[in-house]
């Protein structure tokens, strides 16, 4: 073989991949544990900064809950082979092995006593002996005798195969790209339109004066009721039942129960019963935040509850247990603020087995890219764990020989 011959050969990688997050990494630590030579690009200066602030910074690593019925996406049903290949448990297990102290906060759901921080460190041990670059963008990737070149500011890159990585397009401030998208797109795959997931929801139906207030709720959207702590904002409605929500079809608008679990008609029959001349405000405001219930009340807040018709009772029970709020008065604000990416590439023309594009041979995808998003709780970060590792393990198996 001649000098330029072998020179040649010795800068083809194994496998690029593009994206160090969370499932890059994972990739990663796949490809160089089975020893394949690995190259890792990034646009940012160092990995996994998503993971890095992920769970207030203690990292929900993963949820027992995990399965079919907690991602959403054109076809959800994708997600089952792929987490059952790896599940919840392996990823508390390899948690363990990195004492990472992960630990139950709520029934299923995991955090990380260790920090994320120390998720992050665990992630790039596991990934050092792979090549890395970062603080460099792709400009294009092509492929050509079943080799992809993947060219950037800072050289052309070549390797057997490709695993997109890229994540989605919220956490703006972090640095993102749709660059997988469009590498998808390239290749023949369809981009179902992105949207802001798991974030706050802005509707000038909520008074300003009552943001700061939190409570348990149950918002009916679509086919979903979610029962959850809601945070009032400035703009509108945030915390868990709120972002949950977010992730449904809006147009529809919502529906929101202030008492989940309560049955207002009887409280307000007890009520007039033991002391009929309170007003509804004083007498809501034993059951929700004073201030929420003076609001909810509306025009009957200063009413004596002894003095209230069978109709007005209707509209109060209706107001705190079916409070609607129509589509058009819901916006689900930006990715500047979004925690996930909803819609990405369609998982139609991608194998649930080995997560290789069906168009393109040596072409894979794992993580946020695809289109698949996760509840809130874990659940994205199991996705990214479990589609990482499977990617990164098919890819090893498509550079055999």
């Known amino acids: 073989m001649s000098p330029n011959a072998i020179n040649k050969f010795m800068n083809i990688f194994d496998v690029i991949i593009i994206g160090a997050g969370a499932s890059g990494l994972m990739a990663t630590s796949e490809c160089v544990t089975a020893g394949r030579r690995t190259l890792v690009l990034d646009m940012g200066d160092a990995p996994a900064r998503k993971v890095r602030i992920s769970g ?21 049903d994708f997600v089952r082979g792929i987490l ?5 448990s392996d990823i508390l297990a390899w948690a363990d092995q990195h004492n990472l102290a992960p630990r139950e906060s709520s029934p299923g759901r995991f955090f990380c006593d260790a920090g994320a921080a120390a998720v992050v460190d665990a992630l790039w041990q596991d990934a050092q002996k792979a090549k890395f670059i970062f603080n460099t963008m792709v400009v294009s990737v092509s492929r050509s005798d079943d080799l992809f070149t993947v060219t950037t500011a800072r050289g052309n890159f070549t390797g057997r195969c490709l695993i997109v990585a890229t994540g989605g397009v919220s956490y703006a401030n972090l640095g993102v790209s749709d660059l997988g998208y469009k590498i998808a797109k ?41 029962t959850d702590a809601m945070l009032m904002t400035h703009n509108g409605i945030g915390g868990p039942a709120a ?33 009929g001349r309170r007003s509804v405000s004083t007498w809501l405001g034993t059951i929700i935040p004073a201030r929420l219930a003076r609001w909810i009340a509306g025009p009957y807040a200063d009413v004596r509850i002894a003095d209230l018709s069978t109709i007005q009772i209707k509209d109060i029970v209706d107001r705190i247990e079916n409070f609607t709020i129509t589509g058009d008065q819901l916006n689900r604000g930006s990715f500047a603020t979004a925690e996930v990416t909803y819609g990405g590439i369609d998982t139609q023309d991608i194998s649930p087995r080995t997560l290789e594009s069906k168009r393109c041979p040596g072409l894979f995808f794992a993580g946020e890219v695809l289109d698949i998003t996760g509840d809130l709780g874990g659940f994205n970060l199991q996705w990214a764990w479990a ?7 098919s890819a090893t198996d498509y550079t055999i020989g």
């Open 56 to 76: 207030g910074g203690r990292c929900n690593i993963t949820n027992m809950a995990a399965s079919r019925n907690r991602y959403f996406g054109i076809n959800p």
């Open 186 to 226: 390239q290749f023949g795959h369809k981009i179902i339109p992105v949207r802001p997931g798991l974030g706050a929801i802005i509707t000038p139906v909520m008074d300003p004066e009552l943001a700061g207030i939190s409570l348990n709720v149950a918002i009916s959207v679509a086919q979903y009721v979610i």
């Open 84 to 88: 059952a290949r790896v599940s919840p």
């Open 243 to 275: 972002y949950r929500a977010s992730l449904h079809d809006l147009g529809d608008g919502i529906r929101i129960n202030f008492c989940p679990g309560t049955d207002i008609r009887a409280h307000i029959t007890t009520a007039r019963q033991q002391n």
């Open 387 to 393: 589609t990482g590792r499977i990617a990164g393990q």
